[in-house]
Antibody, heavy 121, light 108 residues
Framework: EVQLVQSGAEVKKPGESLKISCKGS????????IGWVRQMPGKGLEWMGI????????RYSPSFQGQVTISADKSISTAYVQWSSLKASDTAMYYCVRLQSGVVPAAISDWGQGTLVTVSS | EIVLTQSPGTLSLSPGERATLSCRASQSVSSSNLAWYQQKPGQAPRLLIYGASSRATGIPDRFSGNGSGTDFTLTISRLEPEDFAVYYCQQYGSSQLTFGGGTKVQIK
């Protein structure tokens, strides 16, 4: 069974840095694209970007390019998204996702449980 | 970037009724690379349909998708109580994946 287990909720202040994680199991981590989706409170889904852990090929949504960094450590089957300086507008639920295939294009077949990030002074 | 517009924003129906949700793309979605997801309150979304018309594993056959090019539809043939939720379409045909704004299916 494929599982994506995300790190716990975070409460941060504006300007602080943050790195949240997603551990994949039940499949070969290096052969599927894995990525992140944002959902702001009461709003819809926004694709942030994806990474192929096998070779670290990373693709960002233009809306998130330069705002976050997506990475993966294949030795521990874990993907990350990080912020260097959080803003209040980064307050959201962040979902880790796995694509159906190691070849893009592919739909999202699996979702993590979500990590709630709250940024407030 | 391909923009997806979902309509209606909210659909009020009774259990047993048929639901028809629309997703229109600002430009053609290549190879029908369009998916539908269901999200219930407090839960992560789940994949219902991919490739415009293929049901994901474990999805009941009352859910069906069709369409191509710029116009896509998700149909729920007979609404069950557990089907009241928000539905999102997503295109993955371009290098930039995008989601529609969602359609909420609520109990009338």
């Amino acid at each position: 069974e494929v599982q994506l287990v995300q790190s716990g909720a975070e409460v941060k202040k504006p300007g602080e840095s943050l790195k949240i994680s997603c551990k994949g199991s039940g499949y070969r981590f290096t052969t599927y694209w894995i990525g992140w989706v944002r959902q702001m409170p009461g709003k819809g889904l926004e694709w942030m970007g994806i990474i192929f852990p096998g070779d670290s090929d990373t693709r960002y949504s233009p809306s998130f390019q330069g705002q976050v960094t997506i990475s993966a450590d294949k030795s521990i089957s874990t993907a990350y998204v990080q912020w260097s300086s959080l803003k209040a507008s980064d307050t959201a639920m962040y979902y880790c996702v796995r694509l159906q295939s190691g070849v893009v294009p592919a739909a999202i077949s699996d979702w993590g449980q979500g990590t709630l990030v709250t940024v407030s002074s | 970037e391909i923009v997806l517009t979902q309509s209606p924003g909210t659909l009020s129906l009774s259990p047993g009724e048929r639901a028809t949700l629309s997703c229109r793309a600002s430009q053609s979605v290549s190879s029908s690379n369009l998916a539908w997801y269901q999200q219930k309150p407090g839960q992560a979304p789940r994949l219902l349909i991919y490739g415009a018309s293929s049901r994901a594993t474990g999805i009941p056959d009352r859910f069906s998708g069709n369409g191509s090019g710029t116009d896509f539809t998700l149909t729920i043939s007979r609404l069950e109580p557990e089907d009241f939720a928000v539905y999102y379409c997503q295109q993955y045909g371009s290098s930039q994946l995008t989601f529609g704004g969602g359609t909420k299916v609520q109990i009338k």
